[in-house]
Structure formats: C-alpha cells, structure tokens
T-cell receptor, first 117, second 115 residues
Framework: AQTVTQSQPEMSVQEAETVTLSCTYD???????LFWYKQPPSRQMILVIR??????QNATENRFSVNFQKAAKSFSLKISDSQLGDAAMYFC??????????????FGKGTLLTVNP | GAVVSQHPSWVICKSGTSVKIECRSL??????MFWYRQFPKQSLMLMAT?????????EQGVEKDKFLINHASLTLSTLTVTSAHPEDSSFYIC???????????FGDGTRLSIL
C-alpha cells in the first residue's frame, strides 16, 4: 500500500515571498502520478499541479512548481510570490498509473498555509 | 471544462432519515466516480469507487448497506446515507474522472448534519 507523508501541519509565509511545502511518499510502483491539491476555506478541492513519475522534468504552473526527486520519493511544492489567495490547506496525493487501481488517490494529511500581509 | 456539480451543498435532517447526495459531471463523461468523507481539519478518506454500470467498490471499514452508491449513467452518481445518525454527520465530497490518464475533478462537497 502507498503512503503519503506531509511533515508540516502548518506553514506561514509573508505575502510576495516564497514557501516550500514538503511531501514524501512510499510505493513499490515505478509508474505513478503525484498531485498537489489546494482546499481553501470554501472546502473546494482544486488541482494545483500534477507530475508524472516517468517525466524527469519538474512540473510548473505559473507561480507553482515542484521539486520531484524520484529516488528519494520526495515531491515538494514551491509557491513563489505568495498571494493572500494562496492561503489554504494543501494536500499532496499519489495515484498509481494503472487502470486496475482505478487511479485512486492516496492523500497526505495536509499542510495549512497561512499568508501574512 | 471538467466541471463536477454536487448537490445539495448543505443538508440538515433528523436522525433515522435517509439522505441522497448527487454528483454530476457537467461537461464530460465520468467513467469512474469516487466518494470521500472528510472530518474537520483532516484529510479526505476514500469511501468507495464506482464505475458506470458496475457495483461500487467500498474501502475497508465502510458499511456498504449504510452508504449506498449508484452510478447509473456516465454523468451521475448518487450516495445515499441510509438511516442517518449523528455520527454520520460529516463533509462528503465526490470526484469524477473521464478515463485514461485524466485527473480527478472534485465537486464542491456536501455538509451533512444529522440532528
């Protein structure tokens, strides 16, 4: 079974600064996907970024980028130029790249990010 | 694109009643839908996975007779909480994916309060 660990229950950052959220995972699979989801106070789950394990290049979406270290099974999220709207709970998630698994997501416990003005 | 609509967003009902929650994919066909439960300040816990036209697959510890899931079409899945009790009060979220390597897209969730 896969596990996802987010070791930072809470993080804070000053507006316009950069923050990195940590995530590690454990799996015996070689082909999988990793995700970061954002859940603001509205509780809507928003996909921030996705990384395919077979791609060595780190995914980037505007101010959001990841540092994917496959050998270390690490998948951190960097938020640059933090904005007040980035304040939310961030969940790291894992999915096997296998139809047999139905691409089920395994979530970490989350990191609550506060952005200070 | 990839919009998932979940209804109702909030429901309050008396203990012993059954509550149905709907999850619809508005602009894509959802071959697989998922139902999650989330307690305050906790992560999402997968309850079950449903494929269109098939019986749902429940995660260990989830009572299939308590949480009835129907995925009758490629755009609609329903979760019925039968004979609901206060301990069933929670936030329920559905998600849907179209197939292949597409990610899950989430509904806005349903806050269920059982009095």
């Amino acid at each position: 079974a896969q596990t996802v660990t987010q070791s930072q229950p809470e993080m804070s950052v000053q507006e316009a600064e950069t923050v990195t959220l940590s995530c590690t995972y454990d799996t015996s699979e070689s082909d999988y996907y990793l995700f970061w989801y954002k859940q603001p106070p509205s509780r809507q789950m928003i996909l921030v970024i996705r990384q395919e394990a077979y791609k060595q290049q780190n995914a980037t979406e505007n101010r959001f980028s990841v540092n994917f270290q496959k050998a270390a099974k690490s998948f951190s999220l960097k938020i640059s130029d933090s904005q007040l709207g980035d304040a939310a709970m961030y969940f790291c998630a894992f999915s096997e790249n296998s139809g047999g698994s139905n691409y089920k997501l395994t979530f970490g416990k989350g990191t609550l990010l506060t952005v200070n003005p | 694109g990839a919009v998932v609509s979940q209804h109702p967003s909030w429901v309050i009902c008396k203990s012993g009643t059954s509550v149905k929650i709907e999850c619809r994919s508005l602009d894509f066909q959802a071959t697989t839908m998922f139902w999650y439960r989330q307690f305050p300040k906790q992560s999402l816990m997968l309850m079950a996975t449903s494929n269109e036209g098939s019986k749902a697959t429940y995660e260990q510890g989830v009572e299939k007779d308590k949480f009835l899931i129907n995925h009758a079409s490629l755009t609609l899945s329903t979760l019925t909480v039968t004979s609901a009790h206060p301990e069933d009060s929670s936030f329920y979220i559905c998600s849907a994916r179209s197939g292949g390597h597409q990610p899950q897209h989430f509904g806005d969730g349903t806050r269920l309060s059982i009095l």
